[in-house]
């Protein structure tokens, strides 16, 4: 697994919604980005900032926040904590 350097997290999206609250079904190319997560990795911070975030943390962060990497055949955001709204 990744380990992130100074304030950066790794974060594995939440699943897109499949269907709206009506149980109209959302293909593929209309589905919106994901805007929140579960922290996998975090890094060891800058020494002024201590890091807040934590493994198992579920966050918001912004829609173009990060950026996409594929580690073992699976999807996730590496970003700065700074880019991270808040913990859920």
Same mark, same amino acid.
């Given at each position: /697994?990744?380990? %992130?350097?100074?304030?950066?997290?790794? @974060?594995? $999206? $939440?699943?897109?919604?499949?269907?709206? $609250?009506? *149980?109209? #079904?959302? %293909? +593929?190319? $209309? &589905?919106? &980005?994901?805007?929140? *997560?579960?922290? @996998?990795?975090? *890094? %060891?911070?800058?020494?002024?900032?201590? /890091?807040?975030? &934590? #493994? *198992? +943390?579920?966050?918001?962060?912004?829609? =173009?926040?990060?950026?996409?990497?594929?580690?073992?055949?699976?999807? =996730?955001? @590496? /970003?700065?904590?700074? +880019?991270?709204?808040? #913990?859920?």
């Amino acid at each position: /697994m990744l380990k %992130p350097l100074a304030d950066r997290v790794l @974060i594995e $999206a $939440a699943p897109a919604e499949t269907k709206t $609250a009506s *149980g109209i #079904i959302i %293909p +593929d190319t $209309a &589905k919106e &980005k994901p805007l929140q *997560g579960k922290v @996998i990795a975090v *890094g %060891p911070g800058k020494v002024d900032e201590p /890091m807040t975030v &934590k #493994i *198992g +943390d579920s966050v918001l962060y912004g829609q =173009y926040s990060g950026t996409e990497i594929k580690l073992e055949g699976k999807d =996730y955001l @590496i /970003m700065r904590e700074s +880019d991270v709204y808040g #913990i859920l």
